[in-house]
């Protein structure tokens, strides 16, 4: 049943909100004028009144047992912040223009994950709009935007938002978010949208006046679980179903990632996620559009991407951590936090190969075996990275990688990231190797929360012994350095990184044997400890990647190659500000190579000739 206030036109609105324990419950519009209606209760504890002379952007709040005001659960618009009035929106009105966009397989998406406030000065939709010809330059075709449901102030990551259905009235709103979807399927990007269904922020939620939307016999990071599989379970699942659909009836979305899907506890027979994938799965065939569901998870569980006829949640991919990890450790040396789990070249041959790293091994960090196989699971359900929000941001110093590591160490990890058989997703920024840290910032009202969020973030870096300080989360400062700095992008390092990723780019669309994600076809060799040799092949096309993960020059000979091949990137080039010291134009066996300290290239081979 869906939720919220739905206005049908003509004036006329149908609101409900489920209340199933409430002796009575009154609808209070507040402006234009103030009125009070009586709300009927119906079948599972769902209230709703169907109110006539009523604006399309009517304020108004829901009365409980004839005590206090508050905002609607289900709100579609809070403009005036989380503890203000909710907003009617007709959703009717909008001018799409994207009636022929029908979505993109998950296997050609190349994604860029941004954040909406520090992506552009204005930190806004709109900014994001005037910016879509810089990716399209770029060559990415999909954009995945953190989550935008409303948050208390103007600062903030998004996984604080407490209205799941209100779109965050600072970056332009429900209107702005339209345009924003319409603008990028008429340029042909896809959009993925990040939603919290593992827990609701603190301040303005008022989801217990209404219903047990919580329960404690969970804990998680956040605190209470939401209640999944307790009593009065079904209106929060029903809930929860609805907004994912919400997304993508009415923003015209093009997939879901679901946030840290770990910190969800279901003990339910069919758990929330297969439940929220059917109904996706149900819409997408009714509506001829694809609708995808990627989830986040620490589990190294193949049943959230496995089918539902044997077993699984029937998720359509997942982000895979280990890839990240493998890689991280290897370019980096860090050995402290969960990066002591990795670091040797065997763990990044397997993350090539597999996509997991732990696969019921005993994690040092963990202190225990976790993790099950992923061999069987196709190379389109994982989505790989250098860098993403979580593991730049989670940073005591929100350091991307261009900080840590040398520039051709940087390079190397963009190519290794591009010739991997997995969905590739690039962090805002990294194209260019931005300068500027990405943090953590809030923009809290309650000096309490303020105070407990600064705290939590100092016991966070404790296993990481960083040095210095913990910058300010509620700090404006924090927010205004985390802004990409657009200046630096025509510039020395930043416009030869950028030149390199186009490369990288065209040649993961254009080479059959690296857009073609298959891991069967795929042959990883590490030469030594620091040499890895990566074969891809499609059909009658092969691609042959050498990458030194090391400091030093070092020298191979040849043994496991086969026929000729010709160079199409060489990492060492001047003309993205190399050594100058190149690899040669072709390469066959019997001959030897020599790589430059943290070299990256490639020879492509057609087997035809």
């Known amino acids: 049943m869906d939720v919220g206030a739905w206005y049908s036109g003509s004036g006329q ?12 419950v009154h609808l209070k519009i507040v402006s234009p004028g103030e009125k009070v209606f009586p709300m009927q209760k119906g079948p599972g504890g769902c209230w709703q009144a169907t109110v006539d002379h009523v604006s399309p952007d009517a304020r108004y709040m829901y009365v409980i047992d004839n005590e206090s005001a508050w905002p609607d659960p289900a709100s579609f618009f809070q403009p005036s912040g989380v503890h203000g009035p909710s907003s009617v929106v007709d959703h009717s009105v909008f001018p799409w223009q ?69 779109v965050q009235s600072s970056y332009g709103g429900p209107e702005g978010l339209k345009r924003c979807v319409d603008a990028c399927h008429r340029k042909g990007f896809s959009v993925i949208l990040d939603v919290v269904y593992n827990h609701l922020g603190p301040e303005g939620n008022y989801f217990g006046k209404f219903a047990p939307y919580f329960t404690d016999r969970y804990q998680t990071p956040w605190g209470k679980a939401v209640n999944y599989d307790g009593a009065y379970s079904d209106g929060v699942r029903n809930y929860f179903i609805q907004n994912a659909l919400y997304w ?65 949640d029937g998720l359509h991919a997942q982000w895979c951590d280990d890839f990240h990890h493998a890689l991280h450790a290897v370019i980096t040396g860090e050995t402290e936090g969960y990066y002591q789990d990795y670091g040797t070249m065997e763990q990044l041959v397997k993350a090539y190969k597999e996509g997991f790293v732990y696969s019921w091994q005993y994690s040092s960090f963990r202190k225990k075996y976790y993790g099950s196989s992923s061999r069987s699971i196709p190379a389109e359900k994982f989505v790989v990275f250098t860098q993403n ?18 520039f051709e160490a940087a390079k190397l990890a963009a190519g290794a990231l591009f010739v991997a058989p997995y969905v590739p997703m690039l962090f805002m920024g990294e194209e260019y190797a931005e300068a500027a840290p990405f943090l953590y910032f809030v923009s809290h009202s309650d000096q309490n929360l303020i105070q407990a969020v600064r705290e939590g973030r100092k016991r966070e870096f404790d296993s990481f012994h960083w ?62 400890d620091k040499i890895v040799q990566l074969k891809r092949h499609h059909h009658h096309n092969a691609v042959m990647s050498f990458m030194n993960f090391s400091n030093e020059v070092q020298t191979m000979a040849l ?38 300290p943290w070299h990256f290239v490639v020879f492509d081979r057609d087997m035809t000739v």
């Open 13 to 24: 609105c149908l609101f409900r909100v489920w209340a199933p324990r409430q002796k009575s």
């Open 98 to 166: 994207d009636k022929a966009w029908k979505g993109r397989d998950l296997c050609d998406m190349i994604l860029y994950e941004l954040h909406v406030g520090t992506f552009s000065p204005e930190g806004t939709f709109q900014g994001l709009i005037d910016r879509l010809d810089y990716l399209q330059k770029l060559g990415i075709n999909t954009i995945e935007i953190m989550p935008v449901a409303q948050f208390p102030g103007e600062r903030n990551w998004g996984y604080d938002g407490v209205y799941p259905f209100a």
């Open 248 to 312: 993508f009836k009415y923003y015209h979305v093009d997939a879901l990632r679901l946030d840290a899907v770990h910190g969800i506890y279901d003990r339910s027979a069919k758990n929330i996620l297969r439940d929220i994938a059917e109904h996706v799965d149900n819409y997408a065939s009714q509506s001829g559009r694809k609708a995808v569901l990627i989830a986040e998870s620490d589990l190294n569980d193949v049943r959230i991407l496995q089918e539902r006829d044997h077993s699984g």
């Open 389 to 406: 929000h979580d593991q730049v941001g989670n940073r005591m110093s929100g350091d991307r990688l261009a900080q840590l590591v040398s």
């Open 467 to 528: 040095q210095g300080g913990v910058p300010d989360p509620q700090d404006p400062e924090t927010f205004a350095r985390s802004k990409l700095i657009w200046d630096i992008l025509s510039a020395g390092q930043h416009a030869a990184m950028f030149s390199f990723y186009q490369t990288l780019i065209r040649m993961r669309k254009n080479i059959p044997a690296l857009k073609n994600l298959n891991k069967e076809n795929l042959n990883v060799i590490p030469i030594t």
């Open 559 to 596: 043994t496991h190659i086969e026929g000729e091949y010709q160079k199409v990137l060489d990492s060492a080039d001047t003309m993205w500000l190399g050594s100058g010291q190149v690899a040669p134009e072709k390469i066959a066996k019997g001959e030897t190579l020599t790589l430059q």
